[in-house]
């Protein structure tokens, strides 16, 4: 059962891999174990080398979705793309080419982010592709069919840059599907007043929802956008690491500052919103003022971005030694859905 499963990512110079691992007492292995049941000893190696592996998602289906930076595919140096796994751990022949698929924006360096996946089964994804020479980024939007092909109902030919007005830069980090079957994207760009947080609403064919904010756009007034929330009646909860701001589902600010309830939502990265709109975020924490000993801290704040001083977790140090030289830094974290919280950390001798 997917509850009771953890995927971790791991990259290597010449694949991706992908382990599935685990968590319940009694599954086949033991608890915390790699699942033999599961590609090659808990081991799914994709056959194509990445720069990164940035998101994994797991489906309606139990499909597992990757999100995922290939190296010379698409015509580009970086390659936007994702993968999907069936929920055994072998590539689905029946997506894209042998489990691949791929949507071309530059030639330069392009990068997926984050997935959805709709009600439909067709997936979403979103990053940023990247110009050269000169280095502009650019929001960039995919739509895959059932079977990983673009999409030719969205945008064109399934695919999508939207223009931020007023902004020179843009990239997107997170998105969300919904129900109606638009689709809100989180991200940030640049203006001429620094760089801000932004939200999208597009419509199903990819365009942006003329209804919502100015022109289908929204500045959170905060930093890049991490992750989104929906509450059952429509208003969005955004979240920019440690801060985190609602709005009406037309698009404008929420002046009603009790906290409520969310019904979905998601993250890419370091913090997650809680169901009742807290904030749990994991750091890299000096030890005793070292600058060689880093471990991982978890804490949680409140939507204005004040620590919340009644969750504050000890110090995580999982190699030891004397002297200590290791870092142990927070990468990325989930809350399963009995609370317990989850943190992926890299270790590393300084």
Known sequence: MFHKRMIATAVFAAAATISLAPLAAGASGGSGSLDPTFGRGGFTEVPQQVYSVNDVRVDQSGNIVVAVDFAGLGNAIGGFGIARLRSDGTLDSGFGSGGIAVAEFTSGFN??????????????????????????????????????????????????????????????????????????????????????????????????????????????GLGGINGLGLQSGGKIVTLSGTQARRFLANGTPDANQTRGTLAAETHVGTSELTTNERIVAVFDIPENGSRSDVDTQTMRFFPNGTADGTFVSPLFDYIVTNPDTFENDGQALAIQSAGAICVRARMGVT
């Open 111 to 220: 990068v997926a982010m984050s997935t959805a996946t709709q009600s439909d089964g067709k997936v979403i994804a979103v990053g940023t592709s990247r110009t050269l020479p000169g280095g502009v980024d650019t929001m960039a939007i995919a739509r895959f069919t059932q079977t990983g092909g673009l999409d030719a109902q969205f945008g064109s030919a399934g695919r999508i840059s939207p223009v931020i007005p007023g902004a020179s830069q843009s990239a997107a980090g997170t998105v969300m599907s919904l129900a109606d079957g638009k689709i809100l994207v989180g991200g940030s760009a640049v203006f001429s007043t620094g760089p801000a947080g932004i939200v999208l609403r597009l419509r199903s064919n990819g365009s942006l929802d003329p209804t919502f904010g100015v022109g289908g756009v929204v500045n959170t």
